[in-house]
């Protein structure tokens, strides 16, 4: 059993990994929009589920990529000095959204 705080260490292996760093970079945050790949509509946590099997032949659902993107911005949250590839911004969309409202 893994003594990791994520987790999640069995699924992602260093070579899942680094493609799933590679596919943040690659696909960037767009919030609720559908991204066009290969002539069809999807979504970026589907997107990247399809660039870590082609590139690494191991499958992960579009659920444990939104689950692993929730865990590196929780790891990001309690130290963000520490960058993450692929992220743009340290700050949750609460927290902007926060600032916006103290602004009124």
């Given at each position: 059993?893994?003594?990791?705080?994520?987790?999640?260490?069995?699924?992602?292996?260093?070579?899942?990994?680094?493609?799933?760093?590679?596919?943040?970079?690659?696909?960037?945050?767009?919030?609720?929009?559908?991204?066009?790949?290969e002539?069809?509509?999807?979504?970026?946590?589907?997107?990247?589920?399809?660039?870590?099997?082609?590139?690494?032949?191991?499958?992960?659902?579009?659920?444990?990529?939104?689950?692993?993107?929730?865990?590196?911005?929780?790891?990001?949250?309690?130290?963000?000095?520490?960058?993450?590839?692929?992220?743009?911004?340290?700050r949750?969309?609460?927290?902007l959204?926060?600032?916006?409202?103290?602004?009124?």
């Open positions: 059993m893994s003594t990791s705080d994520d987790g999640d260490d069995g699924v992602w292996t260093p070579e899942v990994e680094s493609a799933f760093k590679d596919a943040l970079v690659k696909w960037p945050q767009c919030g609720r929009r559908k991204i066009v790949f002539d069809k509509m999807f979504g970026r946590n589907e997107i990247i589920a399809m660039w870590i099997q082609r590139q690494t032949g191991q499958m992960r659902t579009r659920k444990q990529v939104s689950s692993h993107i929730q865990v590196i911005g929780r790891k990001r949250k309690r130290d963000p000095r520490k960058p993450y590839d692929g992220q743009a911004s340290s949750t969309r609460t927290e959204q926060s600032d916006d409202d103290d602004d009124d």
